[in-house]
Every structure is written in structure tokens, then in C-alpha cells.
């Protein structure tokens, strides 16, 4: 390859990276794909990131140990990247075992022989030191100014993806698992089968948003924010939601506040996630064609998350039994769902549930009430029996 080639395929290289990196939210996979990607713009060996984790003071990454993973810490200030991260400098090694700072961890564990190193700080967009890049073995030859310059522009870019990433993991984790149960709280009195009834709002609703070609980011926030869409129910009376036969007038006055009491008890949240689950508690009974409530908003005054959280609930609601009703199959929820097109709901909406109507049934037919939503929780909860 001549230079002008070189440049022009390393060129080509970043550009896909750009794309690649920003549709990914799950960190472990991100760092994946990042380490793959850099293995190839920069034809090294191995590719490892380091996160600095703050609590613990240490930088992890997760190596590759033939099909297993396993991860390794090191000390803020220790080892090469431990260096890097506390200066906030570039080291460019030519050979590793004379270096005094290098700390054969993980060519102990890995039984692998580093020879040159080129490790760059990431930084966050504030600045902040948030991990390193170690890129290893560059073939034929060191690592090169020209290499310096794309690993510094590539852990640039990766930085505000994997903040991102982190935000999600540390939503999921703790945020998330907290609004899940509130969810649960608020709608296990009236169903059975809450956690069920959950995961497919969830699930459905972000299949739905797919299907629309709505970006990777927003589907994931209409996965996580979906399931709070009737936690206004808290604010209504075991008379009302628990009736077993058909509403009064009066009665279904009463029960239509739940969408405002949901909005009320979201809007004020400071997270852009629960500002979307704001939204769609607020506006997931309006409809299209301005006869819903609480507001009898119309067509695209009805923000997009809700008329497609609005169409999820209404199929899944009359595919479930409740007090009040019997269930009913799929295939008459569906043909009610297009009845409704351009009436209830947004016809672009219904549009896109019926190009994934074969995954919902899908997955209506997997009853063990595992949640996606947040592994883990649905066994929980099963425990308790909710
Ligand atoms: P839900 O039971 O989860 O139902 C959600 C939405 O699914 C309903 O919103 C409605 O649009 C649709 N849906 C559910 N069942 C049927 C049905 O049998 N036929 C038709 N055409 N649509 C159905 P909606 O009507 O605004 O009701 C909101 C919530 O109010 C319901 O949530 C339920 O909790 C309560 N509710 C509504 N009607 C009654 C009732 O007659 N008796 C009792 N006890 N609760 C009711
Ligand atoms: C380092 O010393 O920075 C990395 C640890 C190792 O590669 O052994
Ligand atoms: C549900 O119970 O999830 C649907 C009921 C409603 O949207 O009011
Ligand atoms: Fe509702």
C-alpha cells in the first residue's frame, strides 16, 4: 500500500467507527466492538480499554481469555495505564519488559508477549480523564506519530459514546430497577400478570419504535420509560380499579386521572428517561383523532413515544383478562388495532406494528414472565410473589 492509500483506508476506517460506535448502548459490547475496530484502523494485535472506575480508584478491562472474558484491574497510577491515566500523557513503548512502569499483569494472565505499547488517555468532553487506550503489537513495525495522532481522535470519539453507554448500565442498574418497581406497585392491584403485562408494553412498544426506523438511542429510552405509562394508577381507588363489572360515567371520569397523576409524578424528574416517561403517562389514552384524554390532543400534537406506547397497551390490554373482561385472541386485537387506524391511533404507527406483528406474538407466546427489561428483577419479584 502506498502512503496516500494508507491514509485514505484509515480515513475510511474512522468513518465507519463513528457510525458503528454511536448505535451501540450496551457498554461491554461497545468495548468490543471499539477494541476490534482499533485492531484493524491501526493493524495492531490487541486492543485494550480501560475504564477508570472512581470508586475504587482503579482502571478495569475486560481481556479475552480464548471464549471467556475476564476482567483486570489496576491501579489509578500503577502500570502503563495507570501512568497514563494520572498524567494524562501519551506513552508510546518500544519495548515493553524494559519499561520499569509495566506490570506484566496481563501477560501473566493471558500468557500473551506485549512488545510495543501505545496507550492514550480518553477523555470526557468536560475534559475529565474517564479510562485509557492500550493499543499492543503494532505488526512490522512501532507505533508511529501518525498512530498516536488516530488513537488520541479514536478514544475521543469513543469517549462520549462509552459515557453514554455507562449511563444506560448505571440506569439499568439502579435507577432503572427502582422506576421498574414503582411500575410494578402501581399496576399490580388491578393485574395479575403485571410483570408480564410490563415487559410486553416494553417490549412491544420498542419493536414498534424499530419498526418506524426511530434511532437506536430513543428505542431504548421507549423500552425503559414504557413501563411507567399508568403509575398515575397509584392515585385511583381499589373501588374503581378493582370493579369487577363496567364503569360509571362518574367512576370513568375518576379513572381517567391516572394519566395526569402519572405525568404529575414524572414531570418534575430531572433524568431525560423519566421526562419520557412523563410524556407517555401523560398522553398514552389521547388519540389520533383528537376524541382521547386527558387533553384531546390531536394527531401529532400526541408526542410520538405515546401514540406508539398507546397502540402497545391497547393490544396487550385486550389480549389479557382483566376484572372487568374477558381476553381476547390475538388475531381480533390486531384486526381492532387496524380498525382503529387514523381513529385511535396514528396509521404510521399501526403501520409499523403490523410489520412486527409475527415478533409480537412471538413473544406473547413466551409466558415465563422472564423480564428483559431488567434481568433479574421478574424472578425477584416472582419470589414475592407479585
Ligand atoms: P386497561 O384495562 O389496561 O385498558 C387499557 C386500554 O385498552 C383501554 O383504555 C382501552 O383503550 C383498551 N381496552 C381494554 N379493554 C378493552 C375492551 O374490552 N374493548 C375495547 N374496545 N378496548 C379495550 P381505557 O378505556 O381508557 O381504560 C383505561 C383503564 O381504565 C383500563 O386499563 C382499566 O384499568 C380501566 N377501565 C376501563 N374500562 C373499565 C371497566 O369497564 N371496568 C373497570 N373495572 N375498569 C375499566
Ligand atoms: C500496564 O502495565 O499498563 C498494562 C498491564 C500489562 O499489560 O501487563
Ligand atoms: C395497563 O394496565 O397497562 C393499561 C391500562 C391503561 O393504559 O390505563
Ligand atoms: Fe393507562
Redesign the pocket.
Known amino acids: 500500500m502506498t502512503r496516500a492509500e494508507e491514509l485514505e483506508n484509515r480515513l475510511r476506517l474512522l468513518v465507519n467507527f463513528g457510525g458503528a460506535v454511536s448505535k451501540e448502548t450496551n457498554l461491554s459490547k461497545l468495548l468490543e466492538l471499539i477494541a476490534e475496530q482499533v485492531k484493524t484502523i491501526l493493524s495492531c494485535d490487541r486492543c485494550s480499554v480501560f475504564i477508570l472506575d472512581r470508586h475504587t480508584n482503579e482502571l478495569w478491562s475486560k481481556v479475552a481469555l480464548g471464549m471467556q472474558h475476564t476482567e483486570i484491574r489496576v491501579p489509578f497510577g500503577k502500570g502503563i495505564v495507570g501512568h497514563v491515566a494520572s498524567t494524562g500523557q501519551t506513552l508510546n513503548i518500544t519495548d515493553a519488559y524494559q519499561d520499569q512502569r509495566f506490570t506484566h499483569d496481563i501477560d501473566r494472565v493471558t500468557g500473551y508477549r506485549t512488545r510495543t505499547i501505545l496507550a492514550v488517555p480518553m477523555k470526557n468532553v468536560g475534559g475529565h480523564i474517564i479510562g485509557v487506550f492500550e493499543a499492543m503489537n503494532k505488526a512490522g513495525s512501532p507505533f508511529d506519530v501518525d498512530d498516536e495522532g488516530i488513537l488520541q481522535l479514536i478514544s475521543s470519539l469513543a469517549a462520549s459514546a462509552i459515557e453514554n453507554a455507562q449511563l444506560y448500565e448505571s440506569l439499568s442498574k439502579s435507577q432503572l430497577e427502582t422506576i421498574y418497581r414503582l411500575a410494578v406497585t402501581a399496576e399490580y392491584r ?2 395479575q400478570d403485571t410483570a408480564i403485562h410490563l415487559r410486553h408494553i416494553s417490549e412491544y412498544s420498542a419493536m414498534i419504535a424499530q419498526g418506524m426506523g426511530i434511532p437506536e438511542r430513543e428505542v431504548e429510552s421507549i423500552r425503559y420509560a414504557s413501563p411507567l405509562h ?1 403509575i398515575g ?1 397509584v392515585g385511583i381507588s381499589d373501588a ?8 360509571t360515567a362518574e367512576e ?1 371520569e375518576e ?2 386521572k ?1 394519566t395526569v397523576y402519572g405525568a404529575k409524578i414524572l414531570c418534575n424528574a430531572e433524568s431525560s428517561l423519566l421526562q419520557i416517561a412523563c410524556k407517555i403517562a401523560g398522553s398514552h ?1 389521547e388519540k389520533f383523532d383528537g376524541g382521547g ?1 386527558p387533553a384531546r390532543l390531536k394527531g401529532e400534537q400526541i408526542p410520538l413515544y405515546a401514540r406508539i406506547v398507546s397502540v402497545a ?2 393490544f396487550d ?2 389480549c389479557m383478562p ?4 374477558p381476553k ?1 385472541d390475538a388475531t381480533k386485537a390486531r384486526e ?1 388495532i387496524r380498525e382503529e387506524s387514523g381513529k ?1 391511533f396514528d396509521p404510521a404507527v399501526v403501520e409499523a406494528f403490523e410489520s412486527v406483528y409475527g415478533e409480537i406474538v412471538k413473544l406473547q407466546a413466551v409466558t415465563d414472565g422472564k423480564s428483559t427489561i431488567i434481568p433479574g428483577i421478574t424472578k425477584e419479584m416472582n419470589r414475592h410473589n407479585i
Open positions: 388491578d393485574q399508568d394508577k374503581i380499579l378493582l370493579k369487577p363489572g363496567r364503569l370513568f379513572m381517567k391516572h389514552h384524554y397497551d391497547v390490554a385486550l382483566r376484572v372487568y373482561k381476547w381492532y385511535s
